[in-house]
């Protein structure tokens, strides 16, 4: 609909990369804001954020190119590394940030299990931003629909947000040279919207989750991998970006997504097995220091270090 927000010549602000930036600011903000609630000095976390980051976007990566495009990765293993080549899947950004996040708070001796929880209630909302890029860029487009257009709601550089005669009534239309694939000038499913408001959802549903019902640590992260595992199913039924594949399973065929969606509710079933008998564990939340006890930890720290 709009994929560069400002031009410079033949380059400029890509605004699915400025959405996907803002995604992760987004969800820092809430993990710091809420992590002191469990116990975490919040300062502890900013290095686990950059590492985090890092890995996500690695992959997610490498979870695109070894699914949609294996030859170039095996072949060209530098086009990993070009990002004008490729793309990003969100289950391998949340599965390469998770053990990244996990292997640095085991190394920190932080919570792991609660902090992981506090992070599964800003994962949605970060992918609700992201996917917002997401409408704008093209990619992760919606299937044709068959039903008419009746009208064009709003008209951007890149394409048409259009009335439908019938069910889903709104949809996309985007113009050749935006997006993936061919599916230039009929009117799509609005996969990416849809997404937005599941992603809107799950973070409201889970938040409310963490502050009033949890039972045991890391009940929140298992919740978050069945309910976005059932939404991202449902998505896909609609999503017309098969470029990852389409794999027969028996009597189904499933997309890339909904097997591995079928692996994080395979996760969560062992996470509630292995964490539900040990309940919550105690928390007394961190509370800042006062300049009057900085100041008395400095004169400590200058004590145990004066020369004798």
């Known amino acids: 609909m709009y994929p560069t927000l400002v031009e410079f010549g033949e380059t400029g602000i890509h605004t699915w990369g400025l959405m996907v930036t803002l995604a992760f600011l ?31 976007l690695a992959g997610a990566r ?26 990003y899947a969100f289950y391998g950004g949340v599965i390469g940030g998770g ?10 001796g932080l919570p792991v299990w609660k902090v992981a929880d506090v992070c599964a209630t800003a994962i949605p909302l970060g992918l609700a931003v ?42 996309l239309v985007y113009f050749p040279g935006v997006g993936v694939g061919d599916t230039h000038n009929i009117a799509l499913y609005p996969s990416q919207p849809w997404a937005v408001l599941g992603g809107l959802s799950l973070a409201a549903v889970l938040s409310v989750m963490w502050r009033r019902h949890r039972r ?3 009940q929140i992260a298992a919740s978050l991998f069945v309910l976005y595992a059932g939404l991202r199913s449902l998505l896909e039924a609609y999503r017309g970006d098969t470029v990852r594949g389409l794999y027969s399973l028996g009597p189904l065929t499933l997309s890339t997504s909904q097997i591995v969606s079928l692996g994080m509710v395979a996760a969560a079933v ?30 400590a720290d200058d004590e145990r270090h004066r020369p004798r």
């Open 216 to 218: 045991f640590d890391g």
């Open 130 to 171: 992201g996917r917002v890029g997401c409408f704008f860029a093209g990619c992760c487009h919606g299937g044709p629909v068959d039903v008419a257009v009746d009208s064009v709601l709003l008209t951007l550089k890149g394409g048409q947000v259009v009335a439908l005669d019938g069910a889903p009534w709104v949809g």
């Open 26 to 56: 987004v969800a820092v903000v809430r993990v710091q804001r809420r992590v002191p609630r469990v116990g975490v000095n919040p300062d502890q976390l900013v290095p686990m954020y950059v590492l985090l980051i890092a890995a996500a």
């Open 270 to 299: 062992a996470v509630v097995a292995l964490k539900w008998r040990g309940g919550v564990a105690p928390e007394t939340p961190w509370v800042p220091p006062t300049d009057d006890e900085l100041d008395a930890a400095l004169l």
């Open 62 to 87: 490498l979870l695109h190119f070894v699914f949609a495009e294996p030859g170039v990765f095996f072949s060209e293993p530098t086009a990993f590394f070009d990002p004008s080549r490729g793309g």
């Open 99 to 108: 053990l990244a996040g996990a292997l640095y708070c085991r190394a920190r």
